[in-house]
């Protein structure tokens, strides 16, 4: 059997308690990602474009929704798939926060929102309406934090053929903790790397 000397085992000790904590935070921070809503109707994939966070419907519970309360004429046919729900989330200075705009497909209304990832499995939402009547709800997690957007990069004079292919995102709107169903697989398939989608593209470029 091999043996230890005391000091070397407790450095080892002291080594592995410093890594976990120290990853623990890098971990926590990451809104990035697939996440189910409280209700379980729909994931939203989170993903940094350009700097900032947005949040799209990544997959949909009952397909073929519609964005039937949106106050603008104009929008009201269009799919929810693909919808962004968190929009333009800037961090907020000296705190695993991003603040911005969410949007409620329910209501067609925007509020003023925050998003806190809660260790690495929860995201927590919080809106308010003209700074009161707040509330909020708390995500699940899906599917893993997203590698940079190739749009960030091309944002920042980058050739896209220069891009290693480990830094493409992750299409990841299928993976639940259940079986893949054909609602969940054409939602991988149509959503992508949501940084690219027409309504966030215009915003965040």
Known sequence: MLHCPRN????????????????????????????????????????????????????????????????????????????????????????????????????????SSTIKPVGSDQLEIQGCVLGFLCGGETWTRVAGPIPSSTANSMAKGTTPGALPKAAAPKTTGSVTSGAKTAGQKQAADSVGDICLLPDIARFAH
Not at 33 to 51: F, L, Q, S, T
Not at 73 to 91: E, N, V, Y
């Open 8 to 111: 070397i085992t407790t450095r080892l000790v002291y080594s592995g308690l410093f890594l976990a904590t120290g990853l623990a935070p890098a971990l926590a921070a990451d809104p990035t990602g697939d996440w189910k809503v409280a209700d379980g109707v729909a994931n939203i994939r989170v993903a940094e474009c350009n700097g900032d966070m947005w949040g799209v419907v990544a997959w949909e519970k009952t397909p073929g929704g519609r964005d039937t309360n949106n106050p603008d004429a104009s929008k009201r046919s269009r799919p929810t798939l693909g919808m962004p729900i968190l929009i333009d989330m800037k961090k907020k200075p000296g705190a695993d926060q991003w603040e911005g705009q969410v949007y409620n497909a329910k209501d067609g209304q925007s509020y």
